[in-house]
Each structure stands twice: as C-alpha cells, then as structure tokens.
Nanobody
C-alpha cells in the first residue's frame, strides 16, 4: 500500500518562506517522478512543480517560477518544496504526488495523479 505524507505547511506573512516535505512508502521512491500541486477552496487543482526520478529534469508552473524550488533526496526518500517570496494567492492545500508523468504540462495542470497525500495547508497573510 502506497502512503504519501506531506508536512511543513503553516501560516506565514506575505514575503515569507516555508519548506514542505513529502515522504513516501510502499514504492521505490528513487524510481518514480514526484510532484506538488495545490488546490484552494472552490478552485481547480493547479500544478506547482514536478521532478523526475533522477532529478535530472524539473518543471514549474509559471505562477511559482523563480520563487519555489523543488528537490529530492533519494537516499532519504524525501521530496521538498522550498517556497520563498510567498504571496496571499499561494494560499492553498498543497499535495505531494508520486508516480506522475513529470512534464511541463503536468506542472501546469496535474490531471494524472495516482498517489497523493492528505495535503498540508499553506496560508499566506497579507
């Protein structure tokens, strides 16, 4: 059984930073592409970023380019999302996704999600 667990969300002022983490069990972490997406209440799911299994390629949604950084530690089996210069519009539930097709399309519109966690809430106050 695949389990995905996100952590690191919280309340932060605009301009602040947060680092999200994601751990996965039940599959070979180092063999799968990983990604982050978010969803605000009443809104559609939006892509944030994804990274291929070897970390050779990664993609970002235009809305977070230059502010967010995705990374992974395959030895520790952890996925990260470093979020800087946070804006109120970044407020959403953030989800980690495992085993995804990591492409620019997915980073924009994540319509293929096999495994995801329960999410971690990020709230940015103005």
């Amino acid at each position: 059984q695949v389990q995905v667990v996100e952590s690191g969300g919280g309340l932060v002022q605009a301009g602040g930073s947060l680092r999200l983490s994601c751990t996965v069990s039940g599959l070979r972490f180092g063999d799968v592409n990983m990604g982050w997406f978010r969803q605000a209440p009443g809104k559609e799911r939006d892509g944030v970023s994804c990274i291929t299994w070897s970390a050779a390629n990664y993609y970002y949604a235009n809305s977070v380019k230059g502010r967010f950084t995705i990374s992974r530690d395959n030895a520790k089996m952890i996925l990260y999302l470093e979020m800087n210069s946070l804006k109120p519009e970044d407020t959403a539930m953030y989800y980690c996704a495992a085993g995804i097709p990591c492409t620019t399309a997915w980073a924009t519109k994540p319509d293929h999600v096999n495994y995801r966690g329960q999410g971690t809430q990020v709230t940015v106050s103005s």
